[in-house]
């Protein structure tokens, strides 16, 4: 056995992990290669982060949403607002928290349409995303709504988010008791 581990070493060693590239099969190398383009900002750049919204696979355009949320420029919304209909959750879930990013309030009425969506995950990024926009005055009564959610973790964060806003610390986690609170 010991004349074979010399060898097999090498083999090893010549092996590398996954390389970034935009035209891998691999979707991992695909987003890596996403990540080289974080910091460049030309139009055809740009060209092909738009492109990539569009890869089958949910990682890369998880990873080009990321890119247009680090360019934090409002006009993006139109790329993003899409993906709040995306069928992966993850990229439902990324395309909160960039419109949250770039804070453009143009796009909180669809992340408010995103709080009836399937998955309790992309509901919290929801939340998360519209208590970034305290200056729209319809970002309230989605969060006193949302404190009514059938699922207890995105009715707590609902409850927690109208309490850090509001300061209002003493009051029950129930949507009837924040209506009357918030009058």
């Known amino acids: 056995m010991r004349p074979l581990f010399w060898p097999a070493l090498l083999l090893l060693a010549a092996c590398g992990g996954p390389q970034p590239n935009l035209r891998s099969q691999d979707p991992y190398e695909r987003y890596l290669g996403e990540r080289e383009l974080m910091e460049l900002n030309d139009a055809s750049t740009m060209v092909e982060v738009v492109n990539l919204l569009e890869d089958p696979h949910f990682l890369v355009v998880v990873g080009a949403i990321e890119l247009l949320a680090h360019r934090k420029r409002p006009e993006f919304l139109q790329h993003i607002v899409p993906k709040l209909k995306h069928p992966h959750p993850l990229v439902r879930e990324a395309a909160c928290a960039a419109i949250a990013?770039?804070?453009?309030?143009?796009?909180?009425?669809?992340?408010?349409?995103?709080?009836?969506?399937?998955?309790?995950?992309?509901?919290?990024?929801?939340?998360?995303?519209?208590?970034?926009?305290?200056?729209?005055?319809?970002?309230?009564?989605?969060?006193?709504?949302?404190?009514a959610d059938k699922d207890i973790s995105v009715s707590y964060m609902a409850h927690r988010l109208?309490?850090?806003?509001?300061?209002k610390t003493s009051v029950e986690r129930k949507r009837e008791a924040w209506i009357e609170a918030l009058k």
């Open 101 to 147: 990013v770039i804070h453009n309030p143009e796009g909180v009425p669809a992340v408010i349409e995103t709080l009836k969506d399937a998955d309790p995950a992309v509901r919290r990024s929801a939340l998360k995303s519209l208590a970034k926009f305290p200056e729209v005055p319809e970002v309230q009564a989605a969060l006193v709504d949302a404190v």
């Open 162 to 167: 109208l309490s850090e806003k509001t300061g």
